[in-house]
């Protein structure tokens, strides 16, 4: 379904340079623009808005309705939802009553391919729906933990799906036991990290290497807070950097001591470089790594920094 298109139509009334910019001054002052919350506020001053703008708004309405018979109500009840369209189905199940006729008629003729595409939609809605603002693993877990009510296909997949967490996670149980309500890694690994005197020798293991990727590297766990996994070390440092206001005193203070390291590597370090990895590339570290790889070559002041 096509609910992003919808969507991004809606925001085109606040980015052109349109005949309603007065009138949203005037009636909407304040409101967000986004997902057709200006559309919809407009909308409400019907009779009140100027000629020009109640035509602009007419064939607005009209033009979007033809791409999208659901994008009044995806304002109207999914304006906190994220921009998903897994999510934004969910929240037109979610209101289904409450669905316009035009919206009602096109979503019931979607609604069964959307149904075999994921088994436990209707199970998400009705058991889980809260936890779809929030990050990923809330609803896989919501889901975990009221597995005995979910509809037969759906605890299939969500019984299987607990088997191959249990044999990838050692501290699976455990976390559902001490740390029930932490979602992201980074939570999670500091809850367990305080019960490590009570876990399986298997769990306590894996958060011990957690613990110990966390002393060896003072920005582990901001990459594992707000980087993908397996980025590069140049896609690391842009991650990084684009999160810089996020980080921990510890990160930044890390960030701040290696690029006055590195400044003065380039200086020390410049004229074996030259010599003996003329042909390594400048990114992911690979000058860094021919370096190490011939540190008994180097000059001393550089092989103290390496």
Known sequence: MKFIAALL???S???????CDQDAKKFCAGTDPGKGQLAKCLDDYQGQLSPACEKELKEFKTKTGQKNPCFEELANFCAEIPTDNRKLEY??????????TKCLADFKTKKPNIIVKDVCAQDIVNTCYSTISEPEAATSRCLVRNKNKLSGFCKKIVDKKIGEMKKANPCFDETEKYCPTQIQFVDIHE???KKLNVLTPNCKKVVQEEIN???ANPCYMDLRKH???GLTATDQHRCLTVNEKELSNSC???RVNESQKLKKMVDVCEPDRLKLCPKAPFQNGMILKCLKENINKVNPACKALL
Do not use: T
């Open 191 to 193: 809850c367990m990290e």
């Open 227 to 229: 980087c993908k996994r």
């Open 252 to 254: 930044r203070q890390f």
């Open 13 to 19: 009334m606040r980015s052109e340079a349109n005949v």
């Open 9 to 11: 139509l809606l925001l």
């Open 213 to 215: 990727k966390e002393q």
């Open 91 to 100: 929240c037109l199940m979610k209101n289904e009553s409450r669905l316009g």
